[in-house]
Structure formats: C-alpha cells, structure tokens
T-cell receptor
Framework: GENVEQHPSTLSVQEGDSAVIKCTYSDSASNYFPWYKQELGKRPQLIIDIRSNVGEKKDQRIAVTLNKTAKHFSLHITETQPEDSAVYFCAAQKGSNYQLIWGAGTKLIIKP | NAGVMQNPRHLVRRRGQEARLRCSPMKGHSHVYWYRQLPEEGLKFMVYLQKENIIDESGMPKERFSAEFPKEGPSILRIQQVVRGDSAAYFC??????????FGPGTRLTVL
C-alpha cells in the first residue's frame, strides 16, 4: 500500500525567510497531492493541492512542486509571516474511492 | 453551505461508558472519513464510508469501535466501553469523490 514520508518533523525559520517541507510517496499510481495546515486547536484546512498532470502550482506566497519520477512533492512558503506558524500535513491519493494517505506532519515555527 | 458539522464538540465519559460522535457532511458530499488525533501528533485514519457502506475500516480497532453512515442522518462513530487511551480529538471530513476533504471542528473526547 501507499506510504507517505514527510520531512522535517519540525522547521524553525526567521520571519521573512522561506520554508520548504518535503514529502515522498511510494505508490506511483497516486495522482492527487494536497497540503493541509492545522493551527493549534483548530481543524486541518486545505491550503494548496496538485494533481499528477501538473508539475508546479502557485498561490500567492505558497507553491507546491511535484516530481513524479522521483515520487516526491514539496511545499514552499516564501516571505514567511507569524501567522504561518502551524502544523502542515501532506497527503497522497490514488483515486476517488481511495483514502488519503497522510504524512506525519511538520511543525513550522516562525521566529520574529 | 454550513460546512462539516460535528457534535458534541467536547465529550466527557467515565471508563466503561459509551461515546457517540456525530458528523454531518457538507451538503452534496457522500464520502465521510473519520480521523483520530492525539495531542502533538498527526492524523490517524480510522474509517472511510460512503452512504450506507463502509469502504475502508483498516484504521479502526476491531473491538469497541464501530461506524455507520446511514441513508438519512449523520455519520456516527461509536466507541463502547471507553478507556483512558481513547481520549483524543476525533475529526470527521467529507468530500465528493476525487476532491478536497473538508474537515469538521472535531470532537474532543476525555475519558476520566
């Protein structure tokens, strides 16, 4: 079955710098890759997603890149701000009748 | 659209009692997922249901836990004879097929 590994588990960056979180997946049939942000005490919320027919997607300060050959995808946050502090989860899915397989999460800390 | 609703938001039970957690998916969504999250930990998949069917229950303990998603009404996660180790946040998410999962606010279960 699918397995998703996420690194690092904790990431501390200076406010204004960039942050990169990486995930690898094992099943080459996976074709949907969302990223969720969970603030303390809140529910996870989708911030960006990518499908396997696209290599990169951007939305303002966040971007996701996908390398299907290497089976990894990454979240990039530029010009980090205090409100970016949260836990970020990546996930992979094969199709509509399959569950999302989740990474273990990355705690992002933005230092003032 | 009211979003995914869960109730109760907080539930306190004594050891040996039953806990019933309810989830109303977003309007038009027929896929429901239940997750468990311990403090400072990731999302652990429990069960995936479509209307009246359990699609994947591989993450749910075989004993004491059950889930249903009837034709009418909310999805129910039932935990019988609760133990202290069941204390956690339980999130429900819904989707329409091959799309974003929307999360509910979660139910915080405390077992005394």
């Amino acid at each position: 079955g699918e397995n998703v590994e996420q690194h690092p588990s904790t990431l501390s960056v200076q406010e204004g710098d960039s942050a990169v979180i990486k995930c690898t997946y094992s099943d080459s049939a996976s074709n949907y890759f969302p990223w969720y942000k969970q603030e303390l005490g809140k529910r996870p919320q989708l911030i960006i997603d990518i499908r396997s027919n696209v290599g990169e997607k951007k939305d303002q300060r966040i971007a996701v890149t996908l390398n299907k050959t290497a089976k990894h995808f990454s979240l990039h946050i530029t010009e980090t701000q205090p409100e970016d502090s949260a836990v970020y989860f990546c996930a992979a899915q094969k199709g509509s009748n399959y569950q999302l397989i989740w990474g273990a999460g990355t705690k992002l800390i933005i230092k003032p | 659209n009211a979003g995914v609703m869960q109730n109760p938001r907080h539930l306190v039970r004594r050891r040996g009692q039953e806990a019933r957690l309810r989830c109303s998916p977003m309007k038009g969504h027929s896929h429901v997922y239940w997750y468990r999250q311990l403090p400072e930990e990731g999302l652990k998949f429990m069960v995936y249901l479509q209307k009246e069917n359990i699609i994947d229950e591989s993450g749910m303990p075989k004993e004491r836990f059950s889930a249903e998603f009837p034709k009418e009404g909310p999805s129910i996660l039932r935990i019988q004879q609760v133990v202290r180790g069941d204390s956690a946040a339980y999130f429900c998410a819904s989707s329409e097929g091959y799309n974003e999962q929307f999360f509910g606010p979660g139910t915080r279960l405390t077992v005394l």
